[in-house]
């Protein structure tokens, strides 16, 4: 009993460290991946001692955007605006931070080790209704750009929330109607059940991952993920060249470094669900518990403490891929028009997700995978 | 759950409930209606029914509550200023609030209030048991209540239509009717 809680607690934190670090990656990635894609040079100035740059060594920006850049926001001044609703306007940040937070929880990240004859599984919190939580989670981000948008008293920040708003609400229906035809394929709401029908093989090479029956449902995830994350091309509540910065105009300092850590953590959070979901979580492909089954009938035995680390580790890699192809996007669109944006969500996903689902059930019951 | 934290909850809960009436900014009462519904979200995965606790949270906090900020926003309520009308009014509502509240201590009071603390089997509140029940043995209200909401929808945009052509809404619900 002590040792499921004691790990119970670990896990959550390392979960939320984990979402963290991942975030502050991604800030330096930001940094310095659309420096390179765009033929610039990226932050490359700052130091701890200038002892590199003594001896001639290239300056990769690290310091700058791991050390620098968090250090200067969270000491400048934390301003609010004269008229703004005090309370609303210093809760918005955190609002919009703690959904993505506590939903790096469900995420599985491994299979399950054994620990003094304790089997301990991998995922912060096994849940059977998973999936619903997930859902449920996701949807109260809404409310820290909504509010933050109204409570900051100024126009263009109402006009970002409301965009915000109307922006998550619409693309929500498309990533549920993606996440239920997953569910309907393996019929579970535990993510780690999902991710566990993932493994093994057909034809004896393609691994079994979901993103080869229900390639379109991934599609979908992937497009009204990134609409989630407010991010070009979705980002129509923040658009610099029309609202200058929607809805966190109003904020400064450490509120304004919450509201960037949400989008990263927001951009970490969807490739979590993609990989999850579509790309086999842990799953390696022809790693079985106990070594590599590879086609052609080799195999190379392995301990089960190994495999279970490199599942780990396959995960890392899976989300960190995922998260520089989101990444790459942004840097590569131009941004949507608003009724562009409503009616690829309307007229486009939610259809093709809805279609998805009757396909999907039909399928099932073909099969005969229905109890 | 231990019996604390369901009284903590379900003071939480009622201490939100108050907030939606007591608050004059409209957008803090919303914020207090979410408080409330989370609240009773949680008792009631709390209390094994998790499906119907997390739908709560996916379409009243998530969604419905939206479209109440929506509202707020679009008809730019202002915070109140306190109860406006004519003194009789005032003082006939109060009279008829006390009435209500004494009929109701009559109604919970013991030895009135039975209280009963039923154990249900194990995964009563699963997704099985609830889609089990919803598509058996009420098949038949839950396919007719999906007819009325399509019918609703299908009504509300044949009103906002509008004609190619005319920017007048009044031209498509002229044809409509």
């Known amino acids: 009993m002590t040792i499921e809680l004691i790990a119970g607690a670990i896990k959550a934190i390392l979960m939320i460290v984990a979402g963290l670090s991942l975030s502050l990656f991604l800030l330096y990635f930001e940094r310095k991946g659309s420096?390179?894609?765009?033929?610039?040079?990226?932050?490359?100035?700052?130091?701890?001692?200038?002892?590199?740059?003594?001896m001639g060594m290239p300056n990769l920006g690290i310091i700058n955007t791991t050390i620098?850049?968090?250090?200067?926001?969270?000491?400048?001044?934390?301003?609010?605006?004269?008229?703004?609703?005090?309370?609303?306007?210093?809760?918005a940040p955190?609002?919009?931070?703690?959904?993505?937070?506590?939903?790096?929880?469900?995420?599985?990240?491994?299979?399950?080790?054994?620990?003094?004859?304790?089997?301990?599984?991998?995922?912060?919190a096994n849940l059977n209704a998973g999936a619903l939580y997930l859902l449920a989670t996701i949807g109260l981000g809404v409310y820290g750009a909504a509010l933050a948008g109204w409570s900051s008293n100024n126009r263009w920040a109402l006009l970002g929330g409301i965009r915000a708003t109307a922006q998550m609400i619409s693309y929500e229906l498309a990533m549920g109607l993606a996440i239920v035809s997953v569910i309907m394929t393996f019929g579970t709401l535990n993510l780690q059940e999902i991710v566990r029908g993932q493994g093994g093989v057909w034809f004896g090479f393609l691994p079994r991952w979901a993103i080869f029956t229900q390639?379109?449902?991934?599609?979908?995830?992937?497009?009204?993920?990134?609409?989630?994350?407010?991010?070009?091309?979705?980002?129509?509540?923040?658009?610099?060249?029309?609202?200058?910065?929607?809805?966190?105009?109003?904020?400064?300092?450490?509120?304004?470094?919450?509201?960037?850590?949400?989008?990263?953590?927001?951009?970490?959070?969807?490739?979590?669900?993609?990989?999850?979901?579509?790309?086999?979580?842990?799953?390696?492909?022809?790693?079985?518990r106990d070594g590599f089954h590879l086609p052609g009938g080799a195999f190379l035995a392995l301990p089960a403490l190994a495999v279970s680390l490199m599942g780990v580790?396959?995960?890392?890699?899976?989300?960190?891929?995922l998260c520089m192809f989101l990444g790459m996007v942004r840097w590569t669109l131009p941004r949507f028009r608003y009724d562009q944006l409503m009616r690829l969500g309307w007229k486009g996903l939610v259809p093709l997700g809805l279609f998805n689902v009757l396909v999907t059930a039909f399928v099932v019951v073909a099969t005969g995978r229905v109890q | 759950m231990p019996p604390f934290l369901y009284i903590f909850l379900g003071a939480l809960a009622v201490v939100s409930a108050?907030?939606?009436?007591?608050?004059?900014?409209?957008?803090?009462?919303?914020?207090?209606?979410?408080?409330?519904?989370?609240?009773?979200?949680?008792?009631?995965?709390?209390e094994d029914a998790v499906v119907v606790g997390f739908l709560q949270i996916i379409v009243y906090a998530g969604a419905?509550?939206?479209?109440?900020?929506?509202?707020?926003?679009?008809?730019?309520?202002?915070?109140?200023?306190?109860?406006?009308?004519?003194?009789?009014?005032?003082?006939?509502?109060?009279?008829?609030?006390?009435?209500?509240?004494?009929?109701?201590?009559?109604i919970l009071a013991p030895p009135h209030l039975q209280v009963k603390f039923t154990h249900e089997p194990v995964g009563y509140g699963s997704l099985a048991s609830l889609a089990g029940t919803l598509f058996t043995d009420y098949l038949v209200a839950f396919e007719v209540t999906s007819v009325l909401l399509l019918a609703a929808v299908v009504g509300s945009v044949a009103l906002a239509r509008r004609l190619p052509g005319t920017d007048d809404p009044r031209a498509a619900r002229k044809i409509a009717s």
């Open chain 2, 18 to 46: 108050l907030g939606v009436i007591i608050q004059r900014n409209p957008i803090h009462s919303l914020l207090a209606l979410i408080a409330t519904l989370m609240t009773v979200a949680i008792l009631f995965i709390g």
């Open chain 2, 64 to 106: 419905i509550m939206v479209l109440f900020l929506f509202v707020i926003w679009l008809l730019n309520l202002q915070v109140e200023t306190g109860p406006t009308g004519h003194l009789a009014l005032k003082l006939f509502g109060s009279l008829a609030a006390a009435l209500l509240v004494t009929e109701l201590f009559f």
């Open chain 1, 68 to 91: 620098a850049d968090p250090v200067k926001m969270f000491t400048k001044e934390d301003f609010i605006p004269a008229g703004a609703d005090k309370f609303l306007h210093t809760l």
């Open chain 1, 35 to 54: 420096a390179l894609i765009q033929d610039r040079i990226g932050s490359n100035r700052a130091t701890l001692t200038g002892l590199g740059k003594r």
């Open chain 1, 94 to 124: 955190f609002l919009s931070l703690f959904p993505v937070m506590i939903t790096f929880v469900v995420i599985p990240f491994g299979d399950t080790i054994l620990i003094s004859g304790h089997r301990i599984g991998l995922e912060a």
């Open chain 1, 215 to 288: 390639p379109l449902a991934f599609v979908l995830l992937l497009v009204a993920g990134a609409a989630e994350t407010k991010r070009i091309p979705f980002d129509l509540p923040e658009s610099e060249s029309e609202l200058i910065q929607g809805f966190f105009i109003e904020y400064s300092g450490g509120k304004q470094a919450v509201f960037m850590l949400t989008d990263f953590a927001e951009q970490a959070l969807v490739a979590m669900l993609l990989t999850t979901f579509f790309l086999g979580g842990w799953q390696i492909p022809w790693l079985m």
């Open chain 1, 313 to 321: 580790v396959a995960f890392l890699v899976k989300v960190v891929a």
